[in-house]
């Protein structure tokens, strides 16, 4: 394997398949076996994931909601999904430990680099819920930070397209994929991989990004052997 440990960033809008919102069956069970296939292979592996199926922080504007009350619940939503990912790997029989950026005992214990990485040494998936624990950050921006905090090889943004294109690809048909670009590329050209403060944690820390279809069966597979079916960003 190329990769001996990865940090995968999900969407928590990825969980819940075409609907919308909630849960898809069905795609938890393809990640589960994804993650089952990265960690026989000896990857260890560590997953932050979106709440965006449940609550977005900055939806809550829309219904009277104090920025700061939503970012709480949008975190909070983040730990129901990595406990629904828990299950789904519980299934498949992998072994995982959530670990949170917020205080929400009996769930999950309280986050610390140290202890993420004692828990991937042992072959657990290390599920890292709660954001940073933050408000005004995103889960992008709490995927770099545990990357970074993990000493992961890489960051794995699974998305529903195959890379990073010149314009967005779902709405214009002429737009065309990098296959690497450096972060300066990246940022002089506006492309709109994560949020600025994720961006330049991982660019100043020279975390590098892989940017791939998450949908696709087998995608991460070939990713953690060194086929680069996404878009590498790099320092």
């Known amino acids: 394997m190329k990769y001996k440990r990865i940090l995968l960033k999900l969407s928590g809008e990825s969980m819940a398949g ?10 938890l069970a393809l990640y589960a076996n994804e993650i089952k296939m990265a960690v026989e292979s000896g990857t260890q592996v560590a997953i932050v994931l979106g709440g965006g199926n449940i609550f977005r922080g900055l939806k809550g504007n829309n219904i009277g909601t104090d920025r700061v009350q939503g970012d709480y619940m949008g975190m909070l939503a983040t730990v129901i ?9 519980q299934s498949v029989g992998v072994k995982s430990k959530v670990l949170s950026g917020l205080a929400v005992d009996p769930i999950a214990e309280r986050v610390s680099g140290p202890k993420a990485i004692s828990s991937l040494e042992k072959g657990e998936v290390v599920i890292l819920a709660g954001g940073t624990g933050n408000p005004f950050f995103t889960t992008d921006t709490a995927a770099a930070l ?23 690809p779902e709405k214009d048909p002429t737009a065309t994929k990098f296959s690497k670009l450096t972060f300066d ?27 791939f279809d998450v949908h696709k069966a087998g995608n991460l597979q070939k990713i953690l052997s ?8 790099y320092a």
């Open 18 to 27: 075409t609907s919308g919102q909630g849960f898809d069956t069905a795609m």
């Open 81 to 89: 999904n990595s406990l629904a990912l828990q299950s789904a790997l």
């Open 146 to 168: 545990r990357s970074i905090e993990i000493h992961a090889d890489v960051l794995l943004k699974g998305t529903r397209v195959d890379g990073v294109y010149t314009a967005d």
């Open 185 to 211: 590329e990246a940022y002089s050209k506006s492309l709109n991989i994560m949020d600025l403060t994720a961006f330049t944690l991982c660019s100043e820390n020279k975390m590098p990004v892989i940017v």
């Open 226 to 233: 060194g086929n680069n079916c996404g878009t590498l960003i």
